[in-house]
């Protein structure tokens, strides 16, 4: 199982960004499915994700109605798109599918078995 993210880069505060996600031997259908990300010297921190099937996505309140998450199970592809960024959104991010996640551990990293490399985001002031 193999995870793709892609999309990161430099950009401005207040600029946008789309980072996207591609599976390979593994359907996104049914499976909860998220972003985290990775400050330097920070842990790792949960962003958005769907639970199993559910159609709403659940967000950390620090990117929520700036970030919108949505995944498309025809091409097993799971986004993020990144509005109005901030310094402090700086970070690695990381796509992750947990199989058997219930739904009070979602935000938990322990609670996702399979990861991407990740991407790199770097907001500048």
């Known amino acids: 199982v193999q995870l793709q993210a892609s999309g990161g880069g430099l950009v401005q505060a207040g600029d946008s960004l789309r980072l996207s996600c591609a599976a390979s031997e593994l359907s996104f259908s049914g499976y909860t499915v998220g972003w985290f990300r990775q400050a330097p010297g920070k842990e790792r921190e949960f962003v958005a994700a769907f639970f199993r099937s559910r159609m709403n996505a659940y967000y950390a309140d620090s990117v929520k109605g700036r970030f919108t998450v949505s995944r498309d199970n025809a091409k097993n592809t799971l986004s993020l798109q990144m509005d109005s960024l901030k310094p402090e959104d700086t970070a690695v991010y990381y796509c992750?599918?947990?199989?058997?996640?219930?739904?009070?551990?979602?935000?938990?990293?322990?609670?996702?078995?399979?990861w991407g490399q990740g991407t790199l985001v770097t907001v500048s002031s």
């Open positions: 992750a599918v947990a199989t058997s996640a219930i739904l009070s551990t979602i935000r938990s990293s322990n609670a996702y078995n399979y």
